[in-house]
């Protein structure tokens, strides 16, 4: 059994443990995938913009691959979209970018969803409401939405920040009370604005501010902060 899960009919986190664990998952899965960036074997072959969609990719399996093994029990099946070291896919994904499930698509039924995570790597209000709303409706035991992170300085972002989750809240239910997380990553994509810059992964030495994750939780009819890490690049 993995370490975040009681045993019984309801799947319950551990509040506190399970919380540093979410963001432990996440920052890991995020430094793993920023490490792509200097891989030079890493989907060499593509646009660029075609690598940061790939990118954005690798973070949902790193991320969801960490959070499965870490905080659900390893019987569990892990349905997302592979992505290799080079760049190269293997279908994967069912109803939202990834999910642990009881039951495995295609082989047998679907009993429920443990965790369904949806991410998100550009910032403008008409993505958002698609893939958040996707989170919203679906049911599971807990969810967890990953909001791209692109604005040019500190103060900015921070109010990105502050607006975004305000807007979210109103979608909220009592039900996701203690289950639903809200985290920020940096986007793989350019600054907001700046369409002539590369890659905000390769240019973080202007704008140390985004190397970062960000972590919420919804309780108490709010967002809470969980905590911040700071990016770093990983071979692990």
Avoid at 92 to 108: H, N, Q
Wanted: net charge positive; with cysteine.
């Amino acid at each position: 059994m993995g370490r975040g899960l009681s045993q019984g009919k309801d799947i319950v986190m551990r509040k506190s443990n399970n919380d540093t664990l979410m963001l432990e998952c996440i920052h890991k899965g995020y430094c793993k995938a920023l490490s792509m960036i200097q891989k030079p074997g890493f989907a060499n072959d593509k646009s660029d913009a075609v690598k940061n969609r790939l990118l954005s990719k690798k973070f949902v399996v790193e991320v969801s691959r960490r959070i499965h093994k870490k905080i659900f029990e390893g019987n569990h099946e892990l349905n997302v979209i592979e992505v290799n070291d080079k760049g190269g896919t293997t279908p994967g994904e069912w109803l939202v970018d990834a999910c642990i499930t009881e039951g495995k698509k295609r082989a047998e039924f679907i009993s429920k969803v443990i965790f369904a995570m949806e991410s998100e790597s550009g910032t403008d209000e008409p993505a958002f409401n698609e893939d958040f709303a996707k989170l919203v409706h679906v049911k599971a035991s807990h969810k967890l939405y990953l909001n791209g992170l692109d604005r040019p300085t500190s103060q900015k972002t921070d109010d990105y920040i502050e607006d975004r989750l305000g807007y979210a809240k109103q979608f909220m239910n009592e039900e996701d009370a203690d289950t639903f997380y809200f985290g920020f990553w940096p986007s793989p994509g350019k600054i907001k604005s700046r369409a002539r810059e590369s890659s905000i992964w390769k240019e973080f030495e202007q704008y140390p501010h985004l190397n970062k994750i960000h972590l919420y939780k919804f309780t108490q009819k709010d967002f809470h902060l969980i905590g911040k890490r700071q990016g770093r690049l990983t071979q692990k």
